[in-house]
């Protein structure tokens, strides 16, 4: 069970709290009346911030969570003769208690993968039956940037998949709900390993790294969803007050804050993973590009800690875990953390 006191833990960046600068940016637009439903300078400001970011042909869409993102997006692009194909650990299969499913009405086909990202020559047992009406349609590959994993695609991944997507009359979606460690790991803006590299959809968040709430499904390409206003409307995602997700984005991607919290995070899973691997019988399983870190403990090792600082099991039969830092980890955090660990472990081995 999560421990009830205020400590700043390793279970998830959505625990963390709102970054200042969004606060701060919520409270500018609290001001006086202005129209609802997006028809607002502040919804109009953030959607020129996408298309800046991402290309002039940028759609921008906001909703409140990620799994609206995805499925809504989905939704746009797909119909319900169609599959989606994706990674086992993907969050549109794991974590989105069958919504992308039960939304769109298409199958979603899975392959198991070692370190969270799809590979071409993975997907070729899904890819059968076009034009054949006894079989679902193929008509999406969704990867996840940074994946459930914490990897990272390179934008060589990114095209070889786009590409092998096209080729089968397919779109590439990417759930980017950790975009902005996987820009910051790459060194490249976003632009670079979505719109150039062959991406069709794109659900952005930012909530995971500082903002309090909202995302944003981008159609990268012209005339991908006409009807997505209705889409989201029926989705129950149209916010009348919209200008309280817009306005965050503003804040977000001025002088940087996203990139600024994302160096954060990343930065501290790095000293996490360089912190724990001295600790004996912890092992690092993946190589941590952005702000997780998973590892193997000794049996009982992880029930322990958890009294003080709650994380969340990955895989129950090897015993390894998942550790997520985020834009207010600091050191003083991981140092009280990794010293119990320590501690732990050397009463248990």
Same mark, same amino acid.
């Given at each position: 069970?999560?421990? #009830? *006191?205020?400590?700043?833990?390793?279970?998830?960046?959505?625990?963390?709290?709102?970054? @200042?600068?969004?606060?701060?940016?919520?409270?500018?637009?609290?001001?006086?009346?202005? =129209?609802?439903?997006?028809?607002?300078?502040?919804?109009?400001?953030?959607?020129?911030?996408?298309?800046?970011?991402?290309?002039?042909? #940028?759609?921008?869409?906001?909703?409140?969570?990620?799994?609206?993102? *995805?499925?809504?997006?989905?939704? %746009?692009?797909?119909?319900?003769? *169609?599959?989606?194909?994706?990674?086992?650990?993907?969050?549109?299969?794991?974590?989105?208690?069958?919504? @992308?499913?039960?939304?769109?009405?298409?199958? =979603?086909? #899975?392959?198991?993968? @070692?370190?969270?990202?799809?590979?071409?020559?993975?997907?070729?047992?899904?890819?059968?039956?076009?034009?054949?009406?006894?079989?679902?349609?193929?008509?999406?590959?969704?990867?996840?940037?940074?994946?459930?994993? %914490?990897?990272?695609?390179?934008?060589?991944?990114?095209?070889?998949?786009?590409?092998?997507? +096209?080729?089968?009359?397919?779109?590439?979606?990417?759930?980017?709900?950790?975009?902005?460690?996987?820009?910051?790991?790459?060194?490249?803006?976003?632009?670079?390993?979505?719109?150039?590299?062959?991406?069709?959809?794109?659900?952005?968040? %930012?909530?995971? *790294?500082?903002?309090?709430?909202?995302?944003?499904?981008?159609?990268?390409? @012209?005339?991908?969803?006409?009807?997505?206003?209705?889409?989201?409307?029926?989705?129950? +995602?149209?916010?009348?007050?919209?200008?309280?997700?817009?306005?965050?984005?503003?804040?977000?991607?001025?002088?940087?804050?996203?990139?600024?919290?994302?160096?954060?995070?990343?930065?501290?899973?790095?000293?996490?993973?360089?912190?724990?691997?001295?600790?004996?019988?912890?092992?690092?399983?993946?190589?941590?590009?952005?702000?997780?870190?998973?590892?193997?403990?000794?049996?009982?090792?992880?029930?322990?800690?958890?009294?003080?600082?709650?994380?969340?099991?990955?895989?129950?039969?090897?015993?390894?875990?998942?550790?997520?830092?985020?834009?207010?980890?600091?050191?003083?955090?991981?140092?009280?953390?990794?010293?119990?660990?320590?501690? =732990?472990?050397?009463?248990?081995?």
């Amino acid at each position: 069970m999560e421990s #009830t *006191n205020n400590r700043r833990g390793f279970a998830s960046d959505n625990n963390a709290g709102v970054h @200042p600068e969004i606060l701060k940016e919520i409270i500018s637009a609290n001001q006086g009346h202005v =129209v609802g439903y997006g028809d607002d300078v502040y919804t109009r400001q953030a959607a020129q911030l996408f298309r800046e970011h991402l290309g002039e042909d #940028t759609a921008a869409w906001f909703v409140f969570t990620g799994t609206a993102a *995805n499925t809504l997006g989905l939704a %746009g692009v797909t119909r319900s003769w *169609n599959s989606v194909i994706t990674a086992h650990t993907a969050h549109i299969q794991q974590d989105e208690c069958g919504a @992308p499913e039960k939304f769109t009405g298409c199958k =979603v086909l #899975t392959v198991d993968t @070692p370190d969270g990202k799809l590979k071409p020559e993975l997907l070729s047992k899904h890819l059968h039956g076009f034009g054949f009406e006894h079989h679902s349609q193929p008509g999406v590959i969704s990867i996840t940037q940074t994946s459930e994993m %914490g990897t990272v695609y390179t934008v060589d991944e990114i095209k070889e998949l786009a590409d092998f997507a +096209h080729e089968k009359g397919m779109l590439l979606h990417m759930d980017g709900a950790r975009i902005a460690n996987a820009a910051v790991y790459l060194g490249l803006p976003f632009r670079k390993f979505t719109t150039d590299a062959g991406v069709d959809l794109l659900s952005f968040g %930012g909530t995971k *790294n500082g903002m309090m709430y909202g995302e944003a499904v981008c159609f990268l390409k @012209p005339g991908l969803s006409p009807y997505f206003k209705y889409i989201r409307k029926q989705g129950m +995602h149209l916010a009348s007050k919209m200008r309280y997700i817009s306005a965050q984005y503003i804040a977000y991607f001025r002088d940087d804050l996203w990139k600024r919290n994302a160096s954060h995070a990343n930065a501290m899973a790095g000293i996490l993973a360089e912190k724990m691997s001295d600790v004996p019988g912890i092992r690092i399983t993946q190589k941590v590009q952005s702000n997780g870190v998973f590892a193997v403990f000794p049996r009982g090792v992880a029930e322990e800690v958890m009294k003080s600082y709650f994380f969340y099991s990955w895989d129950e039969m090897t015993s390894e875990y998942r550790l997520m830092t985020s834009w207010d980890t600091s050191r003083e955090d991981i140092d009280d953390f990794v010293r119990l660990l320590a501690e =732990v472990t050397g009463k248990r081995i």
